[in-house]
């Protein structure tokens, strides 16, 4: 009898040490062992640092360290030579630099926690906005196609967002959604790398809010077509199981495992894992390895939206506590999923749209025009918060930082995006509503649906 229990308890424990357990599918595969597909990983990324070049870099610089970052971080040898040599390809290159590269660079170096705005003394941030709106206009006349291909449209939409936790414009989600086909794809007609590509955009934009509440249901719409689109290509070459051919298929996984309404069992998840892992990195280019690598490990570009994201080899963690409170109790908050545009955008309560303008420089009095302030909008925030928690979600969002102080008439600003008000110097924020002062505190003033709040720097006389 104890034999048998012995051989029991020997089976279960052997189970979770022997058989592999996919991160795309979240279920065991009762062919592959977990050791053998971590040693399949540290062979793909062995295999991509062999292909590294002297100066550092690949042929698709980028893609290569963004794979590797994102999954395999801690092997990352010489890690800053790869970060210097995309410096150097951006500054040689950023005249003739096409969108889907930009994209890619800015993925990367946001994978490595640089700052985007002036990276290689490049504001990649303003570039890719800039080509993105260039996509749709040739010589001042507006096209109804993008001039260089849907492909890098989706890509650079997607980076832009995971970039910044915002969206380039509300008319690219108009545009994604328009471009979307009949049988489900998007883009070039039947193409599963456009439709996969178009997916993580939407998905990104659904995810920090973005996505009104009257494009939700499209949104929705949009991505279930879309999936059965995706399952409509499933082929079966040999024992091998593909999304159209094995090239297509890691993207395709990494699509459907972040659009989790589908069940792996509707779609064959383990066995199109199984087909990737038999592939052998050895034969390979670094593009096919890295995009597999990345299926493997069960981790696409949209894993840098995750509130528990570092680089830890990267010297610069980001951390996503914030100070708001320059009172005598400066207790740090944590951003919450919601706060950092992470929560379930069909979420069922009550949301508003606001905007907030910033203008931090003292006009003349005879001037009355909000000049060149900057807005930022809050897409989908719960109704019947404070103004003062819509900054904190602004700021966990990365459009806007501030600093405020607890009075006796409530809590004020004293500080936006660095810009500090000289008490010695008479300056003040002063806050506006749609045009009217507000006569109280941040902590007690609620928004409402479509507000324009202003923070504007004055002098008292």
């Given at each position: ?9 020997l089976i279960a424990v052997n189970a979770e ?56 971080p801690e092997s990352f040898s010489n890690l ?246 320059l009172g005598e109790d400066p207790s740090p ?129």
């Amino acid at each position: 009898m104890f034999g048998i229990f012995g051989l029991l308890i020997l089976i279960a424990v052997n189970a979770e040490v022997l058989f592999a357990e996919y991160p795309a599918c979240g279920s065991l595969d009762d062919e592959i062992t977990e050791a053998g597909l971590e040693e399949n990983i540290d062979g793909h990324v062995t295999r991509l640092l062999k292909l590294r070049n002297s100066n550092g870099g690949w042929a698709n610089t980028p893609e290569v360290f963004l794979s590797i970052q994102l999954t395999e971080p801690e092997s990352f040898s010489n890690l800053d030579k790869s970060i210097r040599r995309m410096e150097e390809e951006i500054q040689d290159g950023i005249s003739s630099i096409t969108i889907g590269e930009l994209a890619q660079y800015m993925l990367a170096v946001k994978s490595a926690c640089k700052n985007t705005s002036s990276f290689g003394e490049v504001n990649l941030k303003k570039k890719l906005l800039k080509k993105l709106k260039g996509e749709f206009y040739r010589n001042g006349i507006q096209l109804s196609t993008p001039e260089d291909g849907w492909y890098g449209v989706f890509l650079a939409t997607e980076a832009y967002c995971v970039s910044q936790a915002q969206s380039p414009g509300d008319e690219f989600i108009h545009r994604i959604l328009h471009a979307q086909n009949r049988d489900g794809s998007f883009g070039n007609s039947a193409s599963i790398d456009h439709t996969t590509r178009a997916m993580m955009a939407l998905l990104c934009l659904s995810r920090i809010n973005a996505i009104s509440s009257t494009q939700r249901e499209q949104v929705k719409n949009s991505l279930n077509l879309a999936t059965q689109f995706l399952r409509s290509k499933i082929t079966t070459e040999r024992d091998d199981v593909w999304f159209g051919d094995k090239y297509a298929t890691p993207a395709g996984v990494l699509a459907i495992k972040e659009h989790t309404e589908w069940a792996d069992n509707a779609w064959r998840c383990r066995l199109m894992m199984r087909s990737l892992n038999r592939q052998h990195s050895d034969t390979e280019g670094e593009s096919a390895i890295s995009q597999r690598l990345l299926a493997l490990k069960g981790v696409s570009y949209l894993s840098m939206l995750n509130v528990d994201y570092s680089c830890s080899n990267s010297g610069t963690i980001q951390d996503n506590t914030i100070e708001t409170s320059l009172g005598e109790d400066p207790s740090p908050i944590h951003c919450s999923q919601e706060e950092n545009g992470q929560s379930n955008f069909l979420f069922s309560k009550p949301a508003i749209d606001i905007d907030i303008a910033i203008q931090s420089y003292i006009l003349p009095n005879v001037i009355t025009e909000n000049l060149d302030a900057k807005v930022v909008t809050l897409r989908d925030v719960i109704k019947g918060k404070t103004l003062l928690e819509l900054l904190t979600t602004a700021q966990c969002r990365g459009l806007l930082t501030f600093k405020s102080e607890k009075t006796g008439w409530g809590e004020y600003i004293t500080a936006i995006d660095g810009k500090q008000a000289n008490s010695e110097n008479k300056e003040y924020w002063s806050i506006q509503r749609n045009g009217e002062s507000l006569d109280v505190g941040i902590n007690q003033f609620k928004p409402a649906h479509s507000d324009y709040i202003l923070f504007k720097l004055k002098k008292w006389s």
